[in-house]
Each structure stands twice: as C-alpha cells, then as structure tokens.
C-alpha cells in the first residue's frame, strides 16, 4: 500500500461525505476508481468499519460500490 495514493483516496472520499447533498441526506455513495489500488480500497473500508454510527452497504458483489450511512445525532450522545 502506498501511503500517497492512500492519502490521495481518503482525501477524495472526506470531499464525497462533506458535500452539501451526502450532509443533508447523511448518506453518500463511493466507488473504487480504476486507478484506486485494490489494498487502499480495502483499507478505507476497513478504516471505515471502524467509525462508530457510519454504516457501509455494499451495492455490488465486489464492495467497490459501497453507500455509507451515518447519523449524527447518535454520535452526539
């Protein structure tokens, strides 16, 4: 895993979640990009397993399209 590219992959999926529409709707849906490297994938969805009151729901049989859902309210308690 290279730690740029990683960088480069949570940088873009931070930009996805902080949009105004996935803030209202505390939904977004991420997709591996064809330059994204298999390990960062899976290690942004394993960083992501770990997030408390995110929920990841795998929208293709490869988790390469994934929607995340989170509420903030719970996290506030």
Not at 29 to 58: F, Y
Not at 61 to 72: K, S
């Amino acid at each position: 895993m290279s730690t740029k590219t990683y960088q480069t992959l949570v940088e873009r999926v931070k930009r996805q979640i902080g949009s105004p529409g996935a803030q209202s709707k505390q939904c977004v849906e991420i997709k591996r990009q064809p330059d994204d490297a298999a390990e960062d994938w899976a290690q942004l969805l394993s960083d992501l397993g770990t997030v408390e009151n995110v929920t990841m729901i795998p929208l293709d049989d490869t988790a390469e399209h994934v929607r995340l859902r989170w509420n903030p309210e719970e996290s506030m308690a």
